[in-house]
């Protein structure tokens, strides 16, 4: 399983992916699932990927090769933000069939991708693909867009993340979000990748790389775990739990 998250702020964007893959339990590795594609004042993208790792290998493969040979349409040649997601929408559903004919089993070839970038002048835009080939987009009342075992990192995006987050306490929030999933689900783990895109510098935006024993997620990890602790005790209190509460018993009659 995986876990990768996007969110769209005007500010700019914020991605975080985690590094683990799981065919089972006795094959348990780490690939990277956050690539990025930057042309300096020109245009930045950043692919994240989820499902068959076979199928994402290949249309990485693929959208590199495209680039390499000035196969169009690619990632230089497309012009808007739509252009671009149906290109990689595109790759992953033929990927996907040419997996399908060659398979002689009942293997799932499905992948899920988040698309984020900006061309030039252009609002920075976010994508979720489907396996089919369909998308959604982040809109002002969903700014963040999740792949992969997205259930335990919700609750806090729906809590703290709007338009207006600030660039940098959405990304906290994004560690907060990869931190919970990590704690409740062994498929999801480190390295972790968080990348900062300020919109409209169009360059490779700030990466933080997270190891399993790097110093500040370990602090991160403990601060937000005692914050939780101390909001727990700070919540109302019932009311037998007060000391001017008076108890009146209950009268137990006897038949």
């Known amino acids: 399983m995986t876990y990768c998250l996007s969110i769209n702020t005007k500010q700019g964007l914020v991605l975080c992916s985690d590094s683990r893959t799981n065919a ?22 950043t692919i994240m990927s989820s499902g068959n790792l076979a199928t994402t290998q290949l249309v990485l ?5 495209d680039l390499d040979n000035g196969t169009v349409p690619n990632l230089l040649s497309v012009n808007t933000m739509q252009e671009a997601t149906d290109y990689v929408a595109n790759i992953s559903t033929n990927v996907q069939g040419l997996h399908v004919v060659r398979d002689t089993g009942s293997t799932n070839f499905e992948a899920t991708f988040i ?21 959604i987009c982040e809109s002002d009342e969903h700014p963040y867009l999740q792949i992969g ?100 018993p209950i009268q137990q009659q006897n038949y």
């Open 24 to 45: 089972g339990f006795d094959n348990v590795s780490t690939y990277n699932k956050m690539h990025t594609f930057s042309w300096l004042n020109n245009r930045f993208f």
């Open 61 to 65: 493969k693929k959208v590199r090769s």
């Open 115 to 135: 698309m984020a970038g900006q061309i030039g002048a252009q609002t920075p835009e976010t994508s979720l693909i489907y396996p089919q080939g369909n998308y």
């Open 149 to 248: 075992e997205i259930k335990y990192g919700k609750p806090i995006l729906d809590r703290v993340i709007s338009r207006d987050t600030d660039l940098n306490h959405a990304s906290r929030c994004a560690l907060v979000s990869m931190n919970s999933t990590i704690r409740s689900n062994l498929t999801v783990g480190p390295p972790i990748d968080l990348l900062i895109y300020e919109k409209d510098s169009l360059n490779g935006g700030r990466l933080v790389h997270l190891t399993e024993n790097d110093t500040f997620a370990k602090q991160f990890s403990d601060a937000w775990n005692a914050g939780l602790a101390k909001a727990l005790q700070e919540l109302p209190r019932f009311e037998w739990e007060e000391e001017s509460f008076q108890s009146n």
